[in-house]
């Protein structure tokens, strides 16, 4: 079945480097752009990053430019987001996200049409 | 303070119907970019809930139904449910700051 399994997170301290995973499974990962969307504790939801189908493109929120990189591996069927100078306004569940382009075209149609469970990451010393 | 306004909360009797706003500006929803919107059970990840304005993908009750206008957009959930209990949240494209902004999130309470 369609299915996004994100694995990798966990308690850093600031600063510090962790990186972040995505397993995709049940449709055709390599034609998919892929995103990373996260969520502070009790607050709504923040993009964060994309990756085009073939890695060739890659945006970012501001608030993490510079310091996260996403990247993919479709030999892996894996999306990763590599997260460096981790600060405690980082401290969210984070999401990985099948972006799917609809009738209006890109990027106004796009919405994020399957989700992962999501993985806790916590910066705190 | 979120891109996207929606009202913090809203809530409904079983049966009746409810709407959730979502204004943006010329630069997201003004601008003619697609509202998807998406539900959020508690305690589970979000599901996309209506795409392109005022589709619903395959599966979602034909009791939700999304309209777009101007730079505002609205969900409407008809004959609630009790499972309907969630946080919804709005969403766009914004061009001022070249990424997919969301709303504030709204939660739905069946009273």
């Known amino acids: 079945q369609v299915q996004l399994v994100e694995s990798g997170g966990g308690v850093v301290q600031p600063g510090r480097s962790l990186r972040l995973s995505c397993a995709a499974s049940?449709?055709?990962?390599?034609?998919?752009?892929m995103h990373w969307v996260r969520q502070a504790p009790g607050k709504g939801l923040e993009w964060v990053a994309v990756?085009?189908?073939?890695?060739?493109?890659?945006d970012y929120a501001d608030s993490v430019k510079g310091r996260f990189t996403i990247s993919r591996d479709n030999s892996k069927n894996t999306v990763y987001l590599q997260m460096n100078s981790l600060r405690a306004e980082d401290t969210a569940v984070y999401y990985c996200?099948?972006?799917?382009?609809?009738?209006?075209?890109?990027?106004?149609?796009?919405?994020?049409?399957?989700w992962g469970l999501g993985t806790m990451v916590t910066v705190s010393s | 303070q979120s891109v996207l306004t929606q009202p913090p909360s809203v809530s409904g009797a079983p049966g009746q119907r409810v709407t959730i706003s979502c204004t943006g500006s010329?630069?997201?929803?003004?601008?003619?970019?697609?509202i998807h919107w998406y539900q959020q059970l508690p305690g589970t990840a979000p599901k996309l809930l209506i795409y392109?304005?005022?589709n619903r993908p395959s599966g979602v009750p034909d009791r939700f139904s999304g309209s777009k206008s101007g730079t505002s957009a609205s969900l409407a959930i008809s004959g609630l449910q009790a499972e309907d209990e969630a946080d919804y949240y709005c969403?766009?494209?914004?061009?001022?700051?070249?990424?997919?902004?969301f709303g504030g999130g709204t939660k739905l309470t069946v009273l």
């Open positions: 996200a099948r972006g799917r382009t609809y009738s209006s075209g890109w990027p106004g149609g796009h919405a994020f049409d399957i």
């Open positions: 049940g449709f055709t990962f390599r034609s998919s752009g």
């Open positions: 990756i085009w189908y073939d890695g060739s493109n890659k």
């Open positions: 010329s630069s997201n929803i003004g601008a003619g970019y697609d």
């Open positions: 392109g304005n005022n």
């Open positions: 969403q766009a494209y914004d061009s001022s700051l070249s990424a997919w902004v």
